[in-house]
């Protein structure tokens, strides 16, 4: 079965500091993978994704990068850390398969604050 | 930019009651899809619903979708206190580009209490 992993769950950082936040996928291959931004009682808004090894788009111009180094793993990453950084930050992947349903599947999320 | 609008923004229910949450959106969409989030975890899917369905089930869990006004319902019956959640509409959209990944864009939910 599939699963996902993201690490760590809970992160306090300085201002100016660096940022990694790692996510892996298994049980499957090829997945479509996300990274996504969620404030304080808010929706989530998608921050990166990535539909193969080294391709990543951007939807929000911010103060974050991604990476995707293998298949199966996606990474979140800052130089200098804001303020403004604070906030759960979820992994998620769906299938590229063709006429499959287009659910996410979800990490268990990492709460950054920015100190 | 925010893609599903739920509404409303928090309800309170007693045990056994039937809870329900509306979503709208403002494009056209391939699917659209309910998510439950209980507090500072990562989403669990639902149940999801195509463009060509006007209803779906799953357990006490009810979705209705009307394309032409482009909103969605998800009705819980006799809900449970382990039913406390946010709840989020996601839509998919019906045309993407080449290349891309088919993104599921969120509402900013429903944060659902069911009093015991």
């Known amino acids: 079965s599939q699963t996902i992993h993201q690490w760590p769950a809970t992160l306090v950082q300085p201002v100016g500091s660096p940022l990694s936040l790692e996510c892996t996928v298994e049980g499957t291959s090829n997945p479509n993978l996300y990274w996504y931004r969620q404030a304080a009682g808010r929706g989530l808004q998608l921050l990166f994704y990535?539909?193969?090894?080294?391709?990543i788009s951007s939807e929000v111009p911010q103060n974050l990068s991604a990476s995707r180094p293998q298949d199966r793993q996606f990474i979140l990453s800052s130089k200098k850390l804001l303020l403004s950084d604070s906030g759960f930050y979820l992994c998620?992947?769906?299938?590229?398969?063709?006429?499959?349903?287009?659910?996410?599947?979800f990490g268990q999320g990492t709460r950054l604050t920015v100190v | 930019s925010q893609q599903g609008e739920e509404d409303p923004q928090a309800l309170s229910i007693q045990e056994g009651e039937n809870a329900t949450m509306n979503c709208s959106y403002k494009t056209s969409i391939n699917n659209l899809q309910w998510y439950r989030q209980n507090s500072g975890r990562g989403l669990v899917h639902l149940i999801l619903?195509?463009?060509?369905?006007r209803e779906k089930h799953s357990g006490r869990l009810r979705v209705t979708l009307d394309t032409s006004k482009k909103s969605s319902s998800l009705l819980i019956t006799a809900s449970r206190a382990a039913d406390t959640a946010s709840y989020f509409c996601?839509?998919?959209?019906?045309?993407?580009?080449?290349?891309?990944?088919?993104?599921?864009?969120f509402g900013s939910g429903t944060q659902l209490t069911v009093l015991p």
């Open positions: 619903i195509r463009s060509n369905e």
């Open positions: 990535s539909v193969g090894i080294g391709q």
């Open positions: 998620a992947w769906t299938t590229t398969q063709a006429g499959v349903g287009t659910e996410a599947f």
């Open positions: 996601a839509t998919v959209p019906k045309f993407i580009s080449s290349g891309s990944a088919r993104q599921l864009t």
